[in-house]
């Protein structure tokens, strides 16, 4: 949500500032906007619509300054308009403040404010920190401790930067349950909301924590703490990311390229964790805790699609009572943590407000928590106890997909591992499992050469208002996910249900323009599933089906069948999911629709 750069160093700021908020645009794209610090004068430039508007605001202009900061907005106070574009400023126009996060108590200080006679020039609740600045920089504070004293007075989520004409040559940023991060180049130092911005200048980088205020200018970087004011120094960590991983390497979209490199990431996750002549997980993650008595599992959107996965996996491989609650809603259901319970927080961006919140929660609670991201630079790995890192590598497209991927692995391997560790899983059933785990990279990849056919059944029906998605069993989160991926990107109204309950009312928005889409695996929940199926057709609805390339019975009832790779139905969900992504995305490509920034979304929610 908001993506915010910021910059001191040798190099020209302004070409900077727009390809780190190239990089960041998958955070927000309602508005764009910079200041920098030109011949001692504050510079602000702000437009609304994608970054390419803010582009040829400023071509053509000969900008000098080597200070500056940049953002990128998604919305929440304020219309989608010029003027409550970030950056904001004061009302003498001498102080800039970018902003990610929301000042909860923003329209009492607003109205304190107004009352001392600043005017406002925007309905955002962030121009109250400019004005607050300026209250404490004509009081003779430097601009440092001027940032500590609004710092003070704010409620609420953010992370912001500011600079200042009378200040020249510093940036200076606060972080409160919002993300930064700081890169440490040689001889230039660069604010971000997000790694990959960075790494075309750097690979050390400094997540600031909560309550960090940081000063960057020629000499360094230096960390305050916001409480008292003391100095104190915070050692940069190597991220080994290239910069071209965050680029799209000849693809059409992100999203494609991310849904391309699902067999790598299944190889990589997999990676030094499971011996395939044995079968045998070792996690060195837990391996100091025992077997946890229940898990409590919290995550969002996507993440939350793996865990239902995730739970069905844990509960039928190593028979633990799994729970599963969107991190949203966790902390809302009083809910109860007994002893022996291992909390896990499923998070690709590891900044989730939602899935922090929930995630601290537990804890307090007394689970002891793992949290499974992406980010190892993240809050949710600095929060938890423990942290299982995937390798999705960086993805930057809005949809989540090989992230996913990702998270699927993470829980198959943790499924198995307290499963041979308890005795659920034995010798045998080791060597069966893993088998399955060593093959499942090789038959992704024969998954992805149905990209035609996926195409083509896109092309039938990307016109139509519904879809339909049904699976059963572990297939049933990856309807649900199907559904999210064909609503958020091609805007067309889907929804995923358990195959047995359409008969408990869904059925009744069945027609011809209405296409099912089953998932359709070998296994005990097969003749449900067909039955399942079997009356969706009797309602007219076109029906494509996913099943083993062999099921000649599904594909008789199938109008477009899609022939899938045998595979144990426990395994399906991972190759099962990517026909799906590939739909939805050719939909929505075919649709002409901004696959890779989807409207009203934004890659890592850090707003409640
Ligand atoms: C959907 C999507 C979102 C995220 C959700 C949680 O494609 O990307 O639903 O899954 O916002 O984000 P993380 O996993 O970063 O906590």
Not at 66 to 83: F, K, L, Q, S, Y
Request: net charge negative.
């Amino acid at each position: 949500m908001c993506g915010i750069i910021g910059y001191v160093g040798p190099r020209k700021v302004v070409p900077v500032i727009i390809e780190g908020l190239r990089k960041l645009e998958y955070r927000g794209y309602d508005s764009a906007g910079m200041a920098i610090i030109e011949a001692g004068k504050l510079v602000v430039v702000k437009k609304r619509g994608k970054l390419r508007e803010l582009e040829e605001a400023v071509r053509g202009n000969a900008y000098e300054a080597t200070t500056g900061i940049g953002h990128t907005r998604w919305a929440t106070h304020g219309r989608v308009e010029d003027r409550n574009a970030h950056p904001h400023m004061d009302c003498k126009g001498e102080i800039a403040v970018i902003h990610n996060g929301i000042i909860e108590n923003y329209q009492t200080l607003r109205s304190d404010l107004i009352k001392k006679g600043h005017a406002f020039s925007s309905e955002t609740d962030t121009e109250v920190i400019a004005h607050l600045l300026e209250e404490q920089v004509d009081a003779g504070r430097d601009l440092l401790d001027a940032v500590r004293g609004t710092a003070h007075q704010l409620q609420g989520a953010y992370a912001f930067l500011v600079v200042a004409s009378r200040f020249p040559g510093r940036v200076i940023a606060v972080r409160n349950l919002s993300p930064l991060v700081l890169g440490v180049g040689d001889g230039e130092m660069i604010f971000s909301s997000d790694t990959p911005a960075l790494l075309d200048y750097t690979h050390r980088i400094v997540p600031l924590h909560d309550g960090d205020v940081v000063e960057i200018n020629d000499r360094g970087y230096f960390f305050y703490a916001l409480e008292d004011g003391h100095a104190f120094t915070r050692a940069p960590m190597i991220v080994q990311w290239s910069a071209a991983s965050a680029e799209k390497q000849g693809y059409k979209h992100f999203m494609l390229k991310e849904i391309y490199e699902q067999p790598v990431v299944i190889r990589d996750t997999l990676y030094g964790r499971f011996d395939v002549a044995t079968g045998r997980v070792d996690l060195k993650e837990f391996a100091d805790s025992p077997v946890p008595e229940r898990i409590s599992i919290v995550a969002a959107g996507t993440s939350y699609h793996a865990s239902r996965v995730g739970k069905y996996l844990l509960e039928q491989l190593a028979r633990i009572p799994t729970e599963v609650s969107f991190s949203s809603e966790y902390r809302y259901q009083q809910p109860i943590v007994q002893p022996g319970t291992l909390g896990i927080a499923v998070t690709q961006s590891g900044e989730t407000i939602d899935t922090l919140a929930a995630l601290r929660l537990q804890r307090q609670l007394g689970a002891r928590v793992v949290a499974i991201t992406n980010r190892p630079e993240s809050s949710a790995v600095r929060e938890s106890d423990v942290s299982f890192i995937t390798q999705a590598g960086i993805e930057i497209g809005v949809a989540a997909t090989k992230s996913f991927m990702a998270q699927l692995i993470a829980f198959y391997l943790m499924a198995i591992s307290f499963g041979q560790r308890k005795g659920t899983i034995d010798q045998e059933a080791s060597l069966r499992l893993g088998g399955e785990l060593a093959g499942l990279s090789q038959k992704c990849e024969q998954v992805l050469e149905y990209v035609g056919v996926m195409e083509a059944i896109a092309r039938k029906f990307y016109q139509v208002h519904d879809m339909i998605f049904v699976g059963r069993g572990v297939n049933y989160p990856i309807a649900l996910e199907g559904a999210l991926k064909m609503k958020e990107i091609s805007y067309i109204h889907a929804e995923g249900y358990a195959a047995g309950e359409l008969k408990h009312g869904p059925i009744a928005l069945l027609e011809q323009n209405v296409p099912v889409i089953g998932l359709l695996p070998r296994g005990p929940l097969y003749e449900k599933v067909y039955s399942n199926l079997q009356e969706s057709n009797a309602r007219e609805s076109p029906l494509v089906i996913l099943a083993e390339s062999t099921d000649a019975t599904a594909q008789g009832l199938a109008s477009d069948f899609i022939p899938m790779p045998i595979v144990g139905e426990l395994f399906s969900p991972v190759l099962y999911t990517v026909p799906l992504q590939l739909l939805a995305y050719y939909t929505a490509d075919r649709k002409g629709l901004d696959v890779d920034q989807p409207r009203n979304l934004a890659k890592s929610v850090t707003v409640e």
